[in-house]
């Protein structure tokens, strides 16, 4: 079974600042990825970043990066210089290979408040 | 043309309706996939089509009835639905294949349905 865990279920961060957003998994499948996706409160979910499981080097798209600790099981995604912009509901996300790799499920999520 | 297009946005409808949920895609996707989310939730799969057929489905009431007429439309067919089904309906499309595996899914913005 694979499970997703998001522990924070809002967090602020002072615009311009870095901020931090948790994510643990749990999956038997031996390959897999691990997603971010934005959720403003328009609905749509954005795609942010991707990691694979045997990727070396940690992503990074612009202003976001993924920490990836394989042993910790964990993938925390790092916003960098906030803006007013990237407030939003932000979810982890993982998709393994046991289903031909169309079953991504959630977490929880996190909910990101930027304060001017 | 990177979108993913939803109609309509918004649904209010008797629990005797018979309505129709839209999705279309032109990004060459071949797998295309339905979500509910209810409000503070994480989006929950409902149903997968790869190459126009019908992949997973999550164990859905057959209340909801997907359909797949080719390669750029899904469609969500629902009918004699419960209030308990007011959710976001969100649809999405990825690549296949083994090059694929990187890729977050391009969602739609959504579909509101309230079921009275």
């Known amino acids: 079974a694979q499970k997703i865990t998001q522990t924070q279920p809002g967090m602020f961060v002072q615009e311009k600042e870095a901020v931090t957003l948790d994510c643990t998994y749990d999956t038997s499948d031996p390959s897999y990825g691990l997603f971010w996706y934005k959720q403003p409160s328009s609905g749509e979910m954005i795609f942010l970043i991707y990691?694979?499981?045997?990727?070396?080097q940690n992503a990074t798209e612009g202003r976001y990066s993924l920490n990836f600790q394989k042993a910790r099981k964990s993938a925390n995604l790092v916003i960098s210089a906030s803006q007013l912009g990237d407030s939003a509901m932000y979810f982890c996300?993982?998709?393994?290979?046991?289903?031909?790799?169309?079953?991504?499920?959630f977490g929880a999520g996190t909910r990101l408040f930027v304060k001017a | 043309d990177t979108e993913v297009t939803q109609t309509p946005k918004h649904l209010v409808m008797g629990m005797t309706n018979k309505k129709s949920l839209k999705c279309e895609q032109h990004?060459?996707?071949?797998?295309m996939y339905w979500y509910k989310q209810k409000a503070k939730k994480p989006p929950e799969l409902m149903f997968v089509?790869?190459?126009?057929?019908?992949?997973i489905n999550e164990s859905v009431p057959s209340r909801f009835s997907p359909e797949c007429p080719n390669s750029s439309l899904l469609n969500l067919h629902l009918h004699a639905l419960q209030p308990e089904d007011s959710a976001l309906y969100l649809c999405?499309?990825?690549?296949?294949?083994?090059?694929?595996?990187?890729?977050?899914?391009?969602f739609g913005s959504g579909t509101r349905l309230t079921v009275v």
């Open positions: 990004m060459g996707h071949r797998a």
């Open positions: 996300a993982m998709r393994g290979i046991h289903t031909g790799g169309f079953k991504t499920i």
């Open positions: 089509y790869s190459y126009e057929k019908l992949s």
């Open positions: 999405a499309s990825s690549p296949t294949g083994t090059g694929s595996r990187g890729y977050g899914y391009t």
């Open positions: 990691q694979g499981s045997y990727d070396q």
